[in-house]
């Protein structure tokens, strides 16, 4: 049923966030319905409306879509953001998890202690620097196309954006020996709907504080 | 290039033996090369066969593919395997997303701390009986067909049997709750081609040993 997509999820980043980033880069309004509480929660657990217990769910086209990566692959290909044959996804799909683990470990840190959170910081930036941007620069300079895969805006160029701008508040400079990253950032970002979801007011949701990470430990009770 | 896809990764299961089950399910021939040095796999990464400098690395249709996910996609879209139209993919995600979380904590069992590998597996088998088999048991009884998206094998059917037989091995009764998924582990074991990957001398891989979680470490850390 059309309608506009509904997510469920609380008033942050957290797995949410890739989600509202691609929804937006594809023009697509969505609704959210934020869980404040641990009873919310556990409404949507009791009505039945996640599949594995657990959030981000997403409800669109009469489904109740569970699983991050099942939704964002959903929405590329509804969207024509996977690319034009499964080779092209095969490429989408390896550059998607090589960001997703860089902004998995990124995601943690405000839920770790200040002594986990320092090696882990360093961690990230090391595995910024040396593991993942050098592919996604190497991919630009390799085809010297405005796009990671075919030529052609994809899940990946989305995604790849979503992290180096979570990289860039781990440490501000990180991309100083990535040039060509910073031109796609640069062109990525002017992208009329991307440029919209950057701008204060949008749906985009700011870093986690401390105040969020209780919040968010109170409803998931850990 | 045409030629058996070639499986590159440790001789044991890991996070390379969804990727058997499914080229085996598929009737598809492999070839394995086995990593038990760390200077095999330091030269994997100096040749840049490894995008993230990690494995499993799969090299098929003249790509060197690496993340889990990704070649298990490329092979179940490959093979027929990735339901009819996005809908079915979908479905098939989710259960495969669900599946992949509670697999991820059989393979990380045997690397876990002594004094936490009492807990971690009484939380596989909580998780199993609680959480996964009770969305795969009611699936099957709601549709009444043999498998669990749009009444074809698909690579959702073969991950969960992977996932029934793994949890077995540790909780050999854990399917006395779930007639359904009990009727579905012997159809789905008794298709020709999965019959054949469970037979002695395939390659599927045995369970993790103390030979295998020592070469693991000492290929992976420095």
């Not at chain 1, 839920?111 to 090391?126: G, H, P, S, V």
């Amino acid at each position: 049923m059309a309608g506009k997509p509904k997510l469920h999820y609380t008033k942050g980043r957290g797995k949410m966030e890739s989600i509202r980033w691609l929804l937006a880069a594809a023009g697509v309004e969505f609704e959210e319905d934020f869980i404040e509480t641990r009873e919310d929660l556990e409404k949507l657990r009791s009505d039945g409306s996640l599949l594995f217990q657990q959030v981000p769910m997403v409800e669109m086209d009469g489904m109740k879509m569970v699983q991050t990566r099942a939704i964002l692959s959903y929405i590329a290909a509804k969207h024509n953001l996977y690319g034009k044959d499964l080779k092209e996804r095969a490429w989408i799909d390896m550059y998607v998890e090589g960001t997703t683990d860089l902004m998995g470990m990124i995601m943690l840190l405000p839920f770790q202690t200040a002594e986990e959170k320092k090696k882990n910081l360093d961690l990230i930036i090391e595995r910024a620097k040396n593991r993942y941007f050098p592919v996604y620069e190497k991919a630009l300079k390799d085809h010297g196309h405005d796009y990671l895969v075919g030529n052609k805006l994809s899940w990946a160029d989305i995604q790849l954006l979503e992290a180096i701008l979570m990289a860039e508040e781990c440490q501000a400079g990180i991309l100083s020996a990535f040039p060509l990253l910073q031109a796609f950032k640069g062109r990525i970002s002017n992208i009329p709907t991307i440029k919209k979801f950057l701008q204060p007011g949008s749906q985009r949701k700011p870093p986690a504080d401390e105040k969020f990470v209780a919040h968010v430990k109170a409803i998931f009770n850990f | 290039m045409s030629g058996k896809p070639k499986l590159i990764y440790f001789n044991g299961r890991g996070r390379m033996e969804p990727i058997r089950w499914l080229l085996a399910a598929a009737g598809v021939e492999f070839e394995e090369i086995f990593l038990d040095t760390r200077e095999q796999y330091l030269k994997l990464i100096k040749d840049g066969s490894l995008m993230f400098q990690q494995l499993p690395l799969v090299e098929i249709d003249g790509m060197k593919m690496v993340q889990t996910r990704a070649i298990l996609s490329y092979i179940a879209g490959k093979y027929n395997l990735y339901g009819k139209d996005l809908k079915e993919r979908a479905l098939i995600d989710m259960y495969v997303e669900g599946i992949t979380d509670l697999r991820n904590m059989i393979i990380l069992f045997p690397f876990s701390p002594p004094e936490a590998k009492e807990k971690n597996l009484a939380l596989i088998m909580e998780r199993a009986t609680h959480r996964y088999f009770p969305v795969f048991e009611k699936a099957l009884k709601q549709h009444g067909q043999d498998f669990l998206v749009g009444n074809k094998l698909s690579w959702a059917d073969v991950q969960l049997i992977e996932a029934i037989l793994a949890v077995e091995e540790k909780f050999p009764a854990v399917l006395s709750g779930f007639p359904q998924l009990q009727a579905f582990k012997t159809r789905i074991s008794n298709m020709p081609a999965i019959k054949k990957f469970l037979q002695p001398g395939s390659p599927r891989k045995p369970p993790p040993d103390d030979h295998y979680i020592a070469t693991v470490l000492e290929v992976l850390i420095e």
